[in-house]
């Protein structure tokens, strides 16, 4: 038995599947806005502030590991409902969120860990939702893009280790925009209208990122993206990565020019 605290967009719903795919029980902590998981027999719609309900539902599952998927949005905690564990805990997840979104979760992992439960990689059970190292299309990023790459990745580590940020845009070593709270689709948009042709788009877990519960994910709607922001090529970090619509956005990368390679 699996516990599941999922979020929102398409990871959690990929995960599901493969569950079912392969037999295993499974039960979902639905911390959705909408209850996204409701039709699901196997599902709970719980306000995250209820620890002691959250744990008493674990252990009455008799489960030992659980993970996390999907985005979670940052709960305002002046709204939330506690329980009494509730209470316990929230002044850790207070101090915790004043770091970041990244350190909200590990304070979680913490409180989850004191209580003997397990928080597993995000993707143990959908490795092939990851890339292994080499170049996944006919065009290949040059010595000079290559280059602007290490950049990128030493400007990406460089920034809070706890924050949302997990992609860049760079352009001949000089960063054109980090993510912001609002994701990778947003700064995308914000440059669309920036006319730098060799523009390349970082999307990877940062040196210190917590790999158990936040690897970054990409899928056709960003490839879409990136042809609208006149993107040259998407880096990402083998085995750290969530790709979605693999072979779609594979395809799609071939048919307008913009190489995709995982390091």
């Not at 902590?29 to 998981?37: G, R, T, V």
């Not at 350190?103 to 995000?122: C, G």
């Not at 040059?142 to 990128?152: A, C, E, V, W």
């Not at 440059?191 to 877990?205: G, Y």
Request: hydrophobic share 40%.
């Amino acid at each position: 038995m699996i516990g599941l605290f999922l979020g929102e967009k398409k990871l959690p719903v990929e995960i599901i599947k493969s569950l079912k795919k392969k037999k295993i029980k499974y039960f979902i902590i639905d911390l959705s806005k909408n209850n996204k998981f409701k039709k699901d027999k196997n599902s709970y719609f719980i306000n995250i502030g209820k620890f002691g309900q959250i744990l008493d539902l674990i252990k009455s599952k008799k489960c030992k590991k659980v993970l996390f998927a999907g985005n979670i949005i940052k709960p305002r905690i002046s709204k939330l409902k506690l329980d009494l564990k509730g209470i316990y805990y929230i002044p850790r997840i207070v101090k915790a969120s004043k770091l970041g979104d990244a350190a909200i979760l590990k304070e979680l992992i913490k409180i989850l860990s004191e209580n003997k439960i397990k928080v597993i990689k995000l993707n143990n059970y959908n490795p092939e939702l990851t890339l292994t190292k080499g170049c996944y299309t006919k065009l290949k990023p040059s010595i000079s893009d290559n280059q602007t790459i290490k950049k990128g990745i030493y400007k990406l580590n460089k920034s809070n280790a706890f924050n949302h940020v997990q992609a860049l845009v760079i352009n001949n070593e000089k960063v054109v925009s980090f993510e912001l709270r609002k994701g990778t689709k947003e700064m995308l948009k914000k440059i669309k209208k920036n006319k730098l042709k060799d523009k390349i788009l970082l999307k990877m877990p940062k040196s210190m990122q917590d790999l158990r519960v936040d690897l970054p994910t990409i899928g056709l709607d960003t490839l879409k993206d990136c042809k609208k922001a006149n993107i040259k090529g998407i880096v990402l970090k083998a085995g750290q990565n969530i790709f979605l619509d693999k072979r779609e956005s594979i395809k799609f990368a071939n048919k307008n020019n913009i190489f995709v390679v995982a390091i």
